[in-house]
């Protein structure tokens, strides 16, 4: 994994839109079917718009139905971090950028196969990076 990336809370208004910085630090939720990514099947990787940390292949994009991009799994262990989230009203397991904490969405267990795990994520938490364009540089 890339080395962690820890900015003041001003750094973060300075680098993220308004929209980023509510969800990826705020842990706020875009609205359904509103998300740039959603049914888009383009090949390449998507990474968090925070840092460029890789977090998700397009191979394991798929539709949900839910109105948010889901995956089937994250592209590596180092990926993403998983953690217990009980807002709401609702027991969820929160889903963050394990090199800067950004939150992305949540993960469900009722996704397609082969790891039956839906990835809900947010589309203004990620950017997505064509196949045979260089992934951001470890510093960004």
Same mark, same amino acid.
């Given at each position: 994994? /890339?080395?962690k990336?820890?900015?003041?809370?001003?750094?973060?208004? !300075?680098?993220?839109?308004p929209?980023?910085?509510?969800?990826?630090?705020?842990?706020?939720?875009?609205? +359904?079917?509103? $998300?740039?990514?959603?049914? %888009?099947?383009?090949? $390449? %990787?998507?990474?968090? !718009?925070?840092? $460029?940390?890789?977090?998700? /292949? &397009?191979? %394991?994009?798929?539709?949900?139905?839910? $109105?948010?991009? &889901?995956?089937? =799994? +994250?592209?590596g262990?180092?990926?993403?971090?998983?953690?217990?989230?009980?807002?709401?009203?609702?027991? =969820?397991?929160?889903?963050?950028?394990? =090199?800067?904490?950004? #939150?992305?969405? #949540?993960?469900?267990?009722?996704g &397609?196969? +082969? %790891?039956?795990?839906?990835?809900c994520?947010?589309?203004?938490?990620? /950017? #997505?990076? !064509?196949?045979g364009?260089?992934?951001?540089?470890?510093?960004?």
């Open positions: 994994m /890339r080395e990336l820890v900015l003041s809370d001003a750094e973060w208004r !300075a680098r993220l839109t929209e980023q910085y509510e969800v990826l630090r705020g842990h706020g939720t875009e609205h +359904p079917w509103t $998300g740039c990514f959603l049914g %888009t099947k383009d090949p $390449g %990787t998507y990474v968090c !718009a925070a840092c $460029g940390n890789p977090l998700f /292949r &397009s191979g %394991t994009k798929f539709e949900s139905g839910t $109105g948010w991009p &889901s995956f089937t =799994r +994250p592209v262990p180092d990926a993403v971090t998983e953690h217990a989230d009980q807002s709401h009203g609702m027991r =969820r397991v929160e889903v963050r950028c394990a =090199r800067c904490d950004g #939150h992305l969405g #949540h993960v469900f267990p009722d &397609s196969p +082969p %790891t039956g795990a839906r990835y994520m947010n589309s203004v938490a990620l /950017r #997505h990076v !064509a196949d364009e260089a992934l951001p540089d470890a510093a960004t």
